[in-house]
């Protein structure tokens, strides 16, 4: 008979989620194994078994990040009834996030893996494949309104979603500087007075 292994003595779904704080607040590159098996209370050969190495373990983190933390904001932005109150609703909700208190400020997943090494090529192809999604979602809801007639056929919803996109990542690291809510969301609708310009007089 084939012996059986240890049984895991630990809770793999809260050391994830301790995982995603460390990484969160520390970044891909500068947190280490030993940290990582630290923060979450177990022993390296445990983390490896569980996870299979860091860079799996930082993915799984991101996946989480986003099935939880990152949930609201798209929650905000599909219950909008215009896709100018979804854009705006997906900017608030992420200045809110990005300054909970007791959390990491900023956003995982625009600043966790900006900084990795040619030795970390995939883990950082990996973040920019995410961080990207967040034009696409924008960029989604924008055709949508075109189509439905909500905006005008000429407006350049591209550019349009990279703008707002690009608000965010530059918001994250304001919030990870310190910059206040109250703050943050006056530049959200300093943000939106582009609307405007951009797309309903395209």
Not at 45 to 52: C, T
Not at 126 to 133: H, N, V
């Amino acid at each position: 008979m084939a012996r059986l292994g240890r049984p895991r003595t630990f809770d793999r779904d809260a050391a994830l989620h301790t995982a995603m704080l460390v990484f969160w607040e520390r970044g891909f590159e500068t947190t280490s194994t030993t940290d990582l098996a630290g923060a979450m209370g177990i022993n390296p050969p445990s983390l490896y078994a569980a996870f299979a190495n860091k860079e799996n373990l930082f993915r799984e983190a991101i996946g989480l990040y986003e099935r939880t933390e990152a949930d609201s904001a798209r929650q905000a932005m599909e219950a909008a009834p215009t896709a100018r109150e979804a854009v705006a609703a997906l900017l608030h909700e992420s200045v809110d996030r990005f300054t909970t208190e007791g959390k990491p400020r900023g956003c995982m997943i625009v600043l966790a893996a900006t900084n990795c090494t040619t030795d970390h090529e995939s883990v950082r192809d990996f973040a920019l494949r995410c961080r990207a999604r967040t034009k696409t979602v924008i960029k989604g809801r924008l055709d949508r309104a075109v189509a439905e007639g909500e905006l005008p056929a000429s407006a350049d919803t591209d550019r349009t979603a990279a703008f707002y996109a690009t608000f965010l990542n530059g918001a994250s690291l304001q919030a990870r500087d310190g910059a206040g809510r109250a703050d943050l969301h006056g530049l959200v609708e300093l943000a939106m007075a582009v609307w405007d310009t951009a797309l309903v007089a395209a």
